[in-house]
């Protein structure tokens, strides 16, 4: 159960950060970098405040580097379809490619 809340906390904090990070790209077209990254780091914020306690929670359970390969698959699993359905991005097979070598991460960070 803890791993699953763990995960949950993680993909909140996960689709809040993708948007803090690229969200401004299409949303703040043509104003100054500084105010895009003032925007995104008022963004990251929130992002903290899902991702420490989620990552303070998981590590009850979950070993450092479990934690860490856990959040980058969460995050290729939250930007995929940002990058498809926000940012208008078409859709390859290096996706998929790069899938399949993430999901052999979690296999052998993972694997007993």
Do not use: D
């Not at 860490?68 to 939250?78: D, F, Y």
């Amino acid at each position: 159960m803890r791993i699953i809340i763990t995960a949950l906390g993680l993909v909140c904090s996960n689709c809040i950060m993708t948007y803090a990070w690229y969200g401004h790209l299409s949303s703040m077209k043509g104003k100054a970098w500084y105010l895009a990254a003032l925007v995104s780091w008022g963004v990251a914020f929130f992002e903290y405040m899902i991702a420490v306690p989620a990552n303070r929670y998981g590590a009850q359970t979950l070993t450092l580097p479990q934690l860490k390969i856990m959040q980058e698959a969460i995050a290729l699993s939250v930007f995929v379809p940002f990058a498809v359905l926000f940012a208008k991005q078409p859709i390859g097979w290096n996706y998929l490619w790069a899938t399949l070598c993430v999901l052999g991460a979690v296999f052998f960070i993972f694997k007993g």
